[in-house]
């Protein structure tokens, strides 16, 4: 519940268009489970959530515990047994049959190439897959999308470890966000402005270049998406890097490191982080990046 209550209150206070609802069951029953990939799972549904609601809305979330019996557990793989199920749903335009059938498969994306790619569903798939759960939704065009997060209950005692709440690592400085999509492009420059940074934002590989060439002097460090349909992130990090050979470039994507990813950091690029970011990682990556001064 306190995964829940914390990852979501940090999306919501990026966006004021969307407004959290929460309804967490107070005696939960405790999982096993690693703290950092289920928050990156919830992230991802909130910004899938948000893409489904252009004009903002709410976005509802709900614990709750559930027994699974034989009927309910076959079409969702996991055995029979006590879970607890985590609930996702927005009110948003919904997803049509040849969508849903497609959802889970890596790099699928219902936009055009580059567009909104780094945020598939399939990491998700594959983190709560590897906690022994299940991934499940509902949808129906124009009235919404549901999912359902399954995650086995513990048998055995479980050691709570509290959830880290200490603040974000500020600082101070200029970064150049780079991306194609303009939603996420807009909550991850709110969060850098949280942390402390001014940011000039390029929606593309082209606008990131104009920007960089008139102010390139004037900035810190660039956080730049490795896959954009304009020009790719290798192309643009080759252009920032003959204008400037000493500018930080952190590179960025929804999918893990590629080899084309660490084929940039070999040449020069000062390391990778996987969106959606979370504020405190993002904080103290930078921070790291910046006081290094390599």
């Known amino acids: 519940n306190q995964v829940v209550h914390t990852t979501v209150g940090m999306f919501g206070r990026t966006r004021k268009d969307i ?16 703290q950092g990939q289920i928050e990156q799972v919830l992230l991802n549904l909130c910004i899938n959530a948000w893409q489904a609601m252009p004009d903002g809305g709410n976005i509802y979330f709900e614990t709750k515990n559930i027994e699974l019996d034989a009927s309910l557990v076959q079409p969702l793989d996991i055995p029979v047994g006590r879970y607890v199920c985590i609930s996702v749903a927005d009110m948003g ?27 598939g569903l399939a990491s998700a798939y594959g983190i709560i897959k590897n906690h022994d ?11 919404g999308t549901t999912f359902y997060i399954y995650l086995p209950v513990s048998e055995s005692p479980v050691c709570e470890t509290k959830v880290t709440t200490t603040a974000p690592t500020k600082g101070a400085g ?15 420059k709110s969060m850098l402005e949280q942390l402390g940074y001014k940011v000039l934002s390029a929606l593309g590989g082209r606008p990131a270049i104009e920007i960089f060439d008139h ?13 954009m349909p304009d020009m790719n992130g290798a192309a643009v990090f080759d252009h920032f890097i003959s204008q400037r050979p000493d500018i930080k470039v952190l ?13 940039l950091i070999k040449r020069g690029c000062k390391g990778f982080i996987q969106k959606p970011y979370k504020l405190e990682e993002l904080g103290a990556r930078i921070q790291e990046l910046l006081r290094t001064g390599s």
Do not use: Y
Request: proline share 2%; charged share 30%; hydrophobic share 40%.
């Open 19 to 34: 407004r959290i609802v929460e309804k967490l069951r107070d005696d939960i029953w405790p999982v096993m489970g690693d």
């Open 174 to 188: 200029t970064i150049l966000l780079v991306d194609d999509e303009k939603m996420v492009l807009d909550v991850n």
């Open 93 to 119: 335009i919904g997803m049509d049959e040849a969508t849903q059938n497609r959802i889970f498969e890596p790099f699928f994306t219902t936009k055009e190439i580059g567009r909104g790619t780094g945020l």
């Open 251 to 263: 590179l960025s994507s929804g999918h893990s490191l590629s080899e084309q990813t660490e084929a």
């Open 215 to 227: 102010t390139k002097e004037l900035i810190d460090l660039v956080i730049l998406d490795m896959v």
């Open 133 to 143: 759960g299940a991934i499940d939704f509902v949808s129906r065009v124009g009235e």
